[in-house]
């Protein structure tokens, strides 16, 4: 009994695992939302008298970079990480669902509606959809460095990089879903509002799902109370010094935005991208940039896996940025077989998985726990500066690239993004000098043998 008493919630591998589970579903339900209107982009771009919304790539493009607005202009994902770490993990949590939540419910409304005039060269629903989008963006992005906190709270001496591997394949799920049947269901509904109506359904779902976990989280918190003489240490303000000028932290930051600035922002014209250069049936197109995440829901918790047991986190960090390269090298270069698009896709998959099953729970190796929640915020902060920037910079070059028949020639894109993957091999290399001059222990195994 004494010895019962003792252990902490978190030593129990079922207590832990249904722990994740629960935010990992609440994650996956934001991952669909986030990619719902991915493969609506040749509907919302047809004219309305075709049944579409009228929008021009550049709407499309502001729309969608309008994800990070908040959290980029007004800092809110900064700060989101000092409440975190402030006030913790069940408070965060709520807030973030439920922002989530309300954001879903304007864009959907947006959607959904007719509005006159324009601003700043905008049409007014567009406009309404970023707002909406973007009080949705701060939600998802603060419940995600939230999620993170939790799984470096209950898996840390076990297999952390293994249950963060599975709750990135989880959130891969919602977003290969999204690509698969968001269009479909669009035209079989006849609105292209009804796959966001559904969405938002789910984030309510996932509201309530967090106030479960939150029930756990606080059992958990009682059970670390019975086996620790001190209660751990919080967070101070002075504290953020050790932050600021940790050189490594800085280097995983960098790689972060240049790797993800290579992968969401082409997820979001890649449905266009397969109908437009590869001739890809538009039914069908969605089904080809969703092999992405579908292969990432068993390569990232293997990647996990092997992180865990063998280490060699930041050589697998520098091998995900070598293949984001050459995946579009490969989209640029002038050719139009639908098989290589295809496995070019699947290289893509290798390469998300390799990257995030190490990154992230390399992060806790470097930032002491009671700095995460900011140091994660600050990575997913600068990390939004290039999912707002880049697809509006996209959006412009492919108006820019549109011949008078309305073909786009997706030769510059391409190579912008190849240029994010050079950027992201460079900064992978320095990770790698920088680990081994300061002993982060990235190359090292995760998991404590007992």
Request: hydrophobic share 55%.
């Amino acid at each position: 009994m004494t010895e019962a008493i003792r252990r902490k919630l978190s030593d129990s591998a079922a207590a832990r695992w249904i722990a994740l589970m629960i935010v990992a579903v609440t994650m996956m339900f934001g991952y669909f939302f986030t990619d719902v209107m991915s493969p609506l982009e040749p509907l919302v771009t047809a004219s309305k008298e075709a049944g579409g919304l009228g929008w021009s790539s550049d709407d499309y493009g502001f729309f969608s970079g309008s994800y990070g607005f908040f959290n980029v202009f007004l800092l809110l994902l900064f700060f989101g990480g000092i409440i975190l770490d402030k006030f913790g993990i069940r408070f965060t949590g709520i807030l973030s669902t439920i922002l989530m939540f309300v954001g879903a419910l304007i864009k959907w409304w947006a959607l959904d509606n007719e509005f006159e005039g324009t601003l700043f060269g905008y049409q007014m629903q567009v406009i309404w959809a970023c707002l909406g989008f973007a009080v949705y963006g701060v939600g998802c992005e603060i419940c995600g460095i939230t999620v993170s906190k939790v799984i470096v709270k209950w898996f840390t001496g076990h297999e952390l990089a293994f249950a963060m591997g599975v709750q990135v394949a989880l959130a891969r799920l919602g977003t290969a879903c999204s690509f698969s049947f968001s269009l479909p269901f669009a035209k079989a509904m006849g609105a292209v509002s009804a796959p966001i109506g559904l969405g938002a359904a789910l984030l309510c779902a996932g509201v309530l799902i967090y106030l479960v976990y939150c029930v756990m989280d606080r059992k958990e918190d009682k059970s670390v109370a019975m086996t620790t003489a001190e209660p751990e240490e919080g967070f101070k303000f002075s504290d953020l010094k050790l932050l600021f000028g940790n050189r490594g932290f800085w280097y995983i930051t960098l790689l972060c935005l240049m790797f993800y600035a290579g992968v969401f922002p082409f997820l979001k014209f890649a449905t266009k991208l397969m109908v437009v250069k590869y001739g890809v049936e538009e039914n069908l197109a969605g089904y080809i940039p969703s092999m992405l995440p579908y292969g990432t829901i068993f390569l990232t918790p293997l990647f996990g896996y092997i992180y865990d047991k063998v280490g060699k986190g930041a050589t697998l960090m520098l091998l995900g940025s070598i293949l984001l390269t050459l995946v579009h090298v490969i989209f640029a270069l002038p050719v139009t077989s639908v098989a290589l698009a295809v496995a070019v896709m699947v290289m893509l998959g290798v390469s998300f998985g390799l990257v995030p099953s190490a990154m992230w729970p390399s992060v806790p190796k470097i930032i002491p726990m009671q700095l995460l929640g900011t140091a994660y915020a600050l990575i997913f902060y600068i990390q939004n500066i290039g999912l707002s920037m880049v697809p509006i910079l996209i959006g412009k070059v492919n108006q820019a690239n549109t011949s008078a028949d309305g073909v786009i020639d997706y030769t510059m894109t391409m190579a912008i993004f190849a240029c994010f993957g050079i950027a992201a091999i460079v900064v992978s290399l320095l990770l790698k000098a920088e680990d081994r001059k300061k002993g982060y222990g990235l190359e090292l195994a995760n998991a404590v043998k007992s």
